[in-house]
DNA sequence: CTGAAAGCGCTTACAG
DNA sequence: CTGAAAGCGCTTACAG
């Protein structure tokens, strides 16, 4: 046989129809194919190597077994990690997985969907704008870290938690005037982390917060930490949105003569690659990218089924390195309230 | 109407047949159909919204439009904007892209691929030993960034080159006595530049070359560049296969305390995010991964045409930072050759 | 418990 | 220049 078997041809070969065959291998024979017609239907697949023709299936089911992964970009390790995590999920429910790469530049109109559009069964869509998706009405959709408020079901980090953190940990080292580089990216998550900062810093008896916003890249950031760093009672722990600031961070307190941790504490968000091979260190809350990627397949999975996924939250996790250590007593003495 | 339109309710619309409808759609009409027939097939199709079933046309043809681009992992930034490249040019020709990771301590056995293979029509295969597609003869297949000396077409970069220019610039500078901060990784393109550093080296007069393995990780490359700093004679230039080793690198310039450049300079390859990121910034070699990607989907979308495409090298491009600086005459004077 | 038949939506000879 | 028909490989009522 020069050609793939076909249903058909395992059918010959044990002796029995089509439907059979298709009763057997889709597990649904209990109760109306003998055992022993089962496994001769089996053995002859395994025989002949049969693999069904995915084509032909979603022909006649209408659906696929086909999700797109909408990211704002693959060239960030993050979503390269989302992405390994839900492709794992979908291939142990024989489902594969397509990325769709949207820059947050990109509009609903130019969107690259044109095609894929209509060759899946469901979206599981990252770090987007909620009505970034308008153009999808009626294909079921989950969000990851967006909005937990929105109408499809979500998985976030709890970067809340993690800001509180990272907070808890500084004050406790005797941190009092913090800055935040924050991103300038319209982001659920950005937000998020803003005012949970905001929030924290407020919870700590005579803690100060000054901020600076810069794109997500390491030049915007350093100019945006050299403003933070550059009038009198300067900051003594600056919190970044994200690892790569934190590198932008780093350099602007190398250009002041800051020496990290001594004279400046950093924060990052994220763990990526980057954040071991700053030096020294970078203290950050690691997110589990890969982890966010599954749980959102598995709630896009019971989507499909019918089921109504509720929205979780991931927990983060404080990694401390060595950007960040105890509040040099004294250092810029400016005004900012004192504290012993 | 509530469901999605078929070519048939084109028909209708168009008071025409199915055939028709398939013929003007496929753009196969020119001489056998009206142009006003043509016209108001087009004119119905839009006005429905009509869009193939990719499924039906897939089992039809007996192709499905959809390539896997087989990648070591898609956590690093490179392989990311490979996907990309490739994505964006099988878009343009109506095909989708799956992404496979596959770690390279994986082997044929437990592969991945299990359920896709049946749904694609090529792969396209990014910095992966040979043999590894063993289990995929007569599936068409482009390989990315490996040996060119194999059967498949190839796209590579210009590693050779890549490695003279790095050489010449820091020959330039001085430098005679070079380390090699190389990739114990097994990959074609890892040995490539193991020797094009070597030759290029041996053609510089007095010039000597030691060198030290370690994994593609910030941590392990710190401690192979830390024995290749602790002997006599020490080098005065690191040449590293990968920006992520010239993380390491510089860690151990610090360890040792060496100041980079002025006591000595440090290369890496690849140009990803690392490369600014790092103090001072790192000079390289640019490889444009997304262009790779483009490339070989390229070259894979005519071999499925039917052609016959030749392999090719993509040139990588020097981008002088502040890694590199003039060699400091004395220091550590030890044996090796002299030079003035 | 098992099989014959219909049909998912397309494309392509084939007949007119 | 245009249409009727066949068939890609499945799955699922339906009949026995």
Do not use: N
């Given at each position: 046989m020069t050609s793939r078997p076909t249903s058909?041809?395992?059918?010959?070969?044990?002796?029995?129809?089509?439907?059979?065959?298709?009763?057997?291998?889709g597990g649904k024979w209990s109760g109306r194919v003998s055992p022993a017609t089962a496994a001769a239907v089996q053995d002859a697949a395994e025989r002949l190597g049969y693999r069904p023709n995915r084509a032909a299936r979603s022909l006649r089911l209408g659906s696929t077994r086909t999700v797109m992964l909408?990211?704002?970009?693959?060239?960030?390790?993050?979503?390269?990690?989302?992405?390994?995590?839900?492709?794992?999920?979908?291939?142990?429910?024989?489902?594969?997985?397509?990325?769709?790469?949207?820059?947050?530049?990109?509009?609903?109109?130019?969107?690259?969907?044109?095609?894929?559009?209509?060759?899946?069964?469901?979206?599981?869509?990252?770090?987007?704008?909620?009505?970034?998706?308008?153009?999808?009405?009626?294909?079921?959709v989950v969000m990851l870290d967006s909005d937990p408020a929105a109408e499809a079901p979500t998985v976030v980090f709890g970067v809340e938690d993690g800001m509180r953190v990272i907070v808890d940990h500084l004050a406790g080292l005797g941190h009092r005037r913090f800055g935040h580089l924050a991103s300038s990216i319209d982001q659920w998550t950005f937000h998020a982390r803003g005012r949970a900062l905001a929030d924290a810093v407020a919870a700590v008896p005579g803690a100060t917060l000054v901020r600076e916003d810069a794109a997500l890249d390491v030049a915007d950031a350093k100019d945006?930490?050299?403003?933070?760093?550059?009038?009198?009672?300067?900051?003594?722990?600056?919190?970044?949105?994200?690892?790569?600031?934190?590198?932008?961070?780093?350099?602007?307190?190398?250009?002041?003569?800051?020496?990290?941790?001594?004279?400046?504490?950093v924060t990052g968000f994220d763990d990526v690659l980057l954040a071991a091979a700053l030096e020294p260190e970078l203290t950050t809350v690691r997110l589990p990218a890969d982890e966010l990627g599954a749980a959102g397949?598995?709630?896009?999975?019971?989507?499909?089924?019918?089921?109504?996924?509720?929205?979780?939250?991931?927990?983060?996790?404080?990694?401390?390195?060595?950007?960040?250590?105890?509040?040099?007593?004294?250092?810029a003495p400016v005004h900012g309230p004192l504290h012993g």
């Open positions: 058909r041809d395992v059918a010959k070969a044990a002796g029995v129809s089509q439907s059979t065959v298709s009763l057997v291998l909408v990211v704002p970009t693959l060239t960030a390790p993050f979503f390269g990690a989302v992405y390994e995590g839900a492709a794992r999920v979908a291939a142990q429910h024989g489902f594969g997985v397509v990325a769709y790469p949207w820059p947050e530049h990109a509009g609903p109109a130019d969107s690259p969907f044109a095609a894929p559009h209509e060759a899946i069964d469901g979206i599981l869509a990252s770090s987007l704008a909620e009505d970034a998706l308008s153009g999808f009405a009626g294909t079921p945006a930490a050299l403003r933070l760093l550059g009038g009198p009672g300067r900051p003594t722990a600056l919190v970044c949105d994200d690892d790569v600031m934190s590198a932008g961070a780093y350099k602007a307190a190398r250009a002041r003569g800051l020496e990290i941790p001594r004279d400046l504490s397949m598995d709630a896009l999975l019971r989507l499909l089924e019918g089921e109504r996924p509720g929205s979780l939250s991931l927990p983060g996790e404080l990694v401390v390195r060595g950007s960040t250590g105890p509040a040099a007593v004294g250092a």
